[in-house]
């Protein structure tokens, strides 16, 4: 392998920045959710793609996993496992976005906040924020993590 990619595969620094980016990214985007899961559960709805009995289990369990998967990445517990998990759930949303974007059907994603007025970014937005988290996801699946918050010259 490249020297350059093998130093940079096992940068504790760059490893923590990218776990800690991801890990806040996840505990931010929960705490609305769990402060408010009957909205939550509206928005799920309106993504129009799991049954009206999954629904309302959806939206009180989703939360608290995007919520300890974050902090597990935080962390450092279970790094790679942690993102991992981070990546099926947004993997998930991507083929969710993309099933609207592919039906012209605009909605609000609830990614960050309950949005009560309406307004929320394109699908196509939506698609490309998610993707990019999603390839912050790979790196600490293929760094050569240690746990906890292990950072050493």
């Not at 998967?69 to 991507?94: C, K």
Request: proline share 3%; glycine share 8%.
């Amino acid at each position: 392998m490249n020297t350059a990619i093998e130093n940079a595969m096992t940068n504790k620094k760059l490893e923590c920045l990218v776990r800690w980016t991801l890990g806040g990214v996840f505990v931010y985007a929960s705490i609305h959710k769990i402060l408010d899961p009957s909205e939550f559960a509206k928005i799920i709805y309106g993504y129009q793609l799991v049954p009206g009995y999954v629904i309302n289990l959806s939206a009180i369990i989703l939360p608290f996993v995007e919520l300890f998967t974050g902090l597990f990445l935080l962390l450092g517990i279970y790094p790679r496992s942690s993102a991992i998990l981070a990546n099926v759930m947004l993997g998930i949303f991507m083929v969710a976005i993309s099933i609207n974007l592919i039906r012209g059907h605009e909605f609000d994603c609830g990614c960050f906040s309950v949005n009560k007025n309406g307004h929320t970014a394109s699908n196509i937005e939506l698609l490309i924020r998610d993707a990019i988290w999603f390839v912050f996801g790979l790196l600490p699946i293929l760094f050569r993590t240690e746990r906890l918050f292990v950072i050493r010259s």
